[in-house]
């Protein structure tokens, strides 16, 4: 089970809403929102006292696949470095470890990560590699963890840990071929629920059915308390009911996500398959159960939502019709959204007169951001350059921008072939309006992405759909 979801689930077990968790803790309602989302650790403080509280120790406690590191285990890499007890050295550096451990189980994985990476700067130490490359897992830079593992796998080609998180960074990064092979020489080294669990999201996300049931089986055959693990069986057995209608596949899904249920109550994932399994077998009234059970844990599930609309709508009730809009409002709000955008006007100006421009500004958070999404616009479409300016120019009208306007919000897609960059805008300031002036005015307007330092403008463009919100009126 991942931290956010343990972390929800103890909270309710100890009687916990959100509000008041927070208030004992003394921390904010945001904060235990994002601790439950998984959102980044940067109040590593705040966290800790929730932590406290529900009686958390630490990750090592809860079903992740994280190399696991404990604190003798800081003492065995001096002593593999070659240090002895004795020497007046071990201790400055055993602390320094030590710290960087508290670091890591405080989720202010940059601080430890400094510490270990100062290591590397003085000894090259496969375990000291190991940490690094299980921080950067963990801060999601999938690429950096792969690079610290094949150092390692170099002079040890049978590391199982480096081969676990080399396997999940490729898995992470859909590269599921290259990471069941990886993961398959960590099996033949060791045989764990850990193992078994990624091979089977591994074939599960691959569309490989049949073997992402023989390996999640596998894995509750080692460790049978693994909610998730049900859930993701029962999500198998239902693909299979579609396929081919099986007995038997419905009994398993059933079981398993019942099994999911028990384990968690909280689960709300296992409420909505659930109510697809009732609902595909024309059981209505329990399907309708079941999403309504899953609504009132997580309202804005889609699948609960879609569920409630189709057998709502089917009774000729008005009330599918509302749960439909709100499906389409959070998958338009929820599609994939890569940066913040700006939309608005531009100032050209020669020193002697100005003009006012049409134009649509994507921020990227970092310049490597940046240069991964210039990169994807780049291979997607042919632009015409000016001399090494930052000014390109699509001839052949490849690139498509869709606007759609909310009630509290402004979606952009710029669909640059077959890629395509989305965004959401501010509607409060109003400058959609003067935008939709200015196009009518110049027939033409320009994309400007942004990195902390980096520039990337494709102008004279002309393609554009721009959808207004209107306000439902009920007579």
Do not use: W
């Amino acid at each position: 089970m991942h931290i956010g979801n343990y972390s929800r689930k103890k909270r309710k077990q100890s009687g916990y809403t959100q509000e008041k968790l927070a208030e004992k803790c003394r921390v904010s309602v945001k904060t235990i929102q994002r601790l439950e989302k998984e959102e980044e650790l940067k109040q590593t403080t705040a966290f800790t006292k929730v932590y406290n509280e529900l009686g958390i120790l630490s990750e090592n406690e809860i079903f992740t696949f994280d190399y696991d590191m404990n604190k003798s285990h800081i003492t065995n890499i001096l002593k593999k470095l070659g240090f002895d007890k004795g020497e007046d050295l071990v201790g400055t550096l055993d602390r320094k470890l030590l710290k960087a451990y508290d670091l890591e189980q405080e989720g202010d994985y940059k601080g430890a990560l400094n510490i270990y990476e100062s290591f590397n700067n003085i000894f090259e130490s496969e375990d000291i590699f190991l940490l690094c490359a299980n921080i950067y897992l963990k801060l999601k830079k999938y690429e950096t963890a792969i690079d610290y593992c094949n150092i390692i796998l170099e002079k040890n080609n049978n590391n199982y840990h480096a081969l676990m998180i080399k396997g999940i960074s490729l898995a992470e990064l859909k590269k599921y071929k290259k990471a069941k092979e990886i993961l398959k020489r960590a099996e033949n080294i060791q045989e764990t629920e850990e193992v078994y669990y990624n091979l089977g999201v591994c074939y599960h996300l691959n569309g490989q059915i049949k073997k992402a049931i023989e390996h999640y089986t596998k894995c509750i055959d080692l460790n049978s308390n693994l909610a998730e693990v049900h859930l993701n069986l029962g999500a198998c057995y239902l693909y299979e009911i579609l396929v081919d209608d099986s007995l038997k596949a419905k009994e398993n899904c059933l079981k398993h996500l019942k099994e999911a249920i028990e384990l968690d109550p909280t689960m709300y994932e296992a409420y909505a398959q659930m109510g697809e399994y009732y609902r595909i077998n024309h059981e209505f009234c329990e399907a309708e159960k079941c999403f309504k059970k899953c609504l009132e844990l997580n309202p804005d599930n889609i699948s609960a939502l879609s569920g409630m609309a189709i057998i709502l709508s089917m009774k000729d009730d008005n009330e599918g019709i509302e749960y439909l809009n709100k499906v389409k409002n959070i998958c338009l709000y929820n599609k994939e959204i890569d940066v913040d955008m700006f939309i608005g006007k531009h100032i050209m100006s020669d020193g002697k007169y100005e003009l006012a421009y049409p134009i649509i500004y994507a921020l990227c958070e970092s310049d490597e951001y940046f240069d991964s999404i210039v990169k994807k616009i780049k291979g997607s479409v042919e632009l015409f350059n000016f001399s090494n300016s930052p000014i390109h120019i699509s001839e052949d009208g490849e690139i498509n921008v869709n606007i759609v306007e909310q009630k509290d919000y402004i979606l952009i897609e710029i669909i640059c072939g077959e890629y395509t960059l989305r965004g959401v805008a501010n509607k409060e300031n109003g400058f959609l309006n003067e935008f939709m002036d200015l196009f009518n005015k110049h027939k033409q307007f320009r994309i400007q992405i942004q990195g902390k330092r980096k520039l990337f403008i494709i102008d004279l463009l002309k393609n554009i759909s721009i959808n207004l919100y209107k306000e439902n009126v009920v007579n």
